[in-house]
């Protein structure tokens, strides 16, 4: 059993900050080498954490869509440089905003930009057009219906040209829809949570999931004081609205089901089309306005930027300071589950993988990594 002296020492900096609860989970070869908790699962602090919570697990959809769409991939029902408007045609003739007005675009949206963040979208989720998604149809917000109303808001660039985080794997999850002809959900239920057994995970929770989430927070900066906001997810905007980019609801026990099946191939998808998810697709030119030091982007996840990279693994994280990572390489998987907003300790989560890289390998010593890094480690 290893220490992970390091990891625990960061750990333990994140309750410094006043972190109201966590829970973490890691895997390696397969088997759980370690699992912490801290904090209470309610607001009034009278339920410690017992690994059974709920969460919103916000941007930590995203590679469960992007593997919902490498199911299809898998059966040949599309390739990545389609068009996206073969299958919605709403999107055939896009417009960039330029100054005070809009230019037609060049570059038509591929199916690829969807994955990499690169069709030019925003994450505007009040836009004129999403707003009148709301209002016509009765707050409902059908996630194929709300298409109709996103390809009407003008690009930020050219498509392909460069990142920009967005609302495009809300539009992977209509692609599902629209591929496989049926709902998000219902797709996604059958072809990843029922393959890798995540009973208790859902892109559509009802009012009993809604009211037995983990107690939520958002964090201000100003006072360092955290604020409980209740069940609400702002990212979904109608009753049934399933957002392929931030409507997850799951369990710390059922993220990691869900990482072990990518890290061991099979159960889902393939391990090459893993592989394939986790090959960076940008040049330095087209990343410049990327968020990972020190990674790549590939479909959908962070990653390696080439076969020589330090960072090994794969993954992402959420609003609400979820975080995951999977390294093939090192053999390990980890889930970290958080419910803040805004969180203090958003930047430094992308520690974990790395203490927990050096604790397999054999470099830290007596939590000396943490050490040598703590003066850099601030909020």
């Known amino acids: 059993m290893y220490d992970f002296i390091s990891l625990n020492k960061l750990l333990d900096f994140f309750i410094e900050m006043g972190v109201p609860s966590f829970d973490i989970e890691v895997r390696h070869r397969g088997k759980t080498v370690m699992r912490r908790m801290h904090g209470y699962s309610d607001a009034q602090k009278t339920k410690p954490i017992d690994g059974t ?9 995203k590679p469960i869509t992007c593997v919902a769409m490498m199911t299809l991939f898998e059966k040949g029902k599309f390739s990545f440089y389609d068009r996206l408007s073969a299958y919605m045609p709403e999107f ?109 995970s859902t892109f559509l929770p009802d009012e009993d999931v809604l009211s037995s989430l983990c107690a939520q927070y958002t964090y201000h900066a100003d006072t360092r004081e955290y604020e409980y906001i209740g069940p609400r997810n702002n990212y979904r905007i109608g009753t049934e609205y399933e957002s392929g980019g931030a409507g997850c609801v799951t369990t710390v026990n059922d993220y990691m089901k869900f990482l072990e099946s990518l890290r061991t191939g099979g159960k889902i998808i393939s391990r090459e089309s893993v592989k394939l998810m986790m090959q960076n697709r940008y040049t330095p030119e087209q990343s410049v306005n990327y968020f990972s030091p020190g990674y790549g982007y590939g479909l959908g996840v962070r990653c390696p930027i080439d076969a020589s990279s330090p960072c090994t693994d794969f993954g992402w994280g959420g609003a609400a300071a979820a975080f995951l990572a999977c390294d093939m390489k090192n053999e390990f998987s980890v889930y970290y589950a958080q419910h803040v907003l805004g969180s203090p300790n958003q930047s430094l989560r992308i520690k974990i993988a790395e203490y927990i890289r050096a604790d397999l390998c054999g470099i830290d010593d007596g939590g000396a990594v943490f050490e040598a890094q703590k003066t850099q480690l601030t909020y």
């Open 53 to 61: 919570e709920k969460y919103h697990i916000y941007s930590c959809s």
């Open 92 to 200: 055939s003739k896009m417009y960039i905003r330029e100054g005070d007005g809009v230019k037609e675009a060049q570059n038509p949206i591929t199916i690829e930009n969807l994955f990499t963040m690169s069709a030019g979208l925003s994450y505007d989720l009040r836009s004129e057009n999403l707003m009148a998604a709301r209002e016509q149809t009765g707050g409902r917000c059908q996630t194929r219906e709300v298409m109709k109303y996103l390809a009407k808001d003008p690009l930020l660039f050219e498509p392909g040209t460069k990142f920009n985080y967005s609302l495009c794997h809300d539009v992977l999850a209509a692609l599902v829809e629209v591929i496989s002809g049926e709902k998000f959900g219902d797709y996604v239920k059958r072809n990843v949570f029922d393959r890798a057994e995540m009973g208790d």
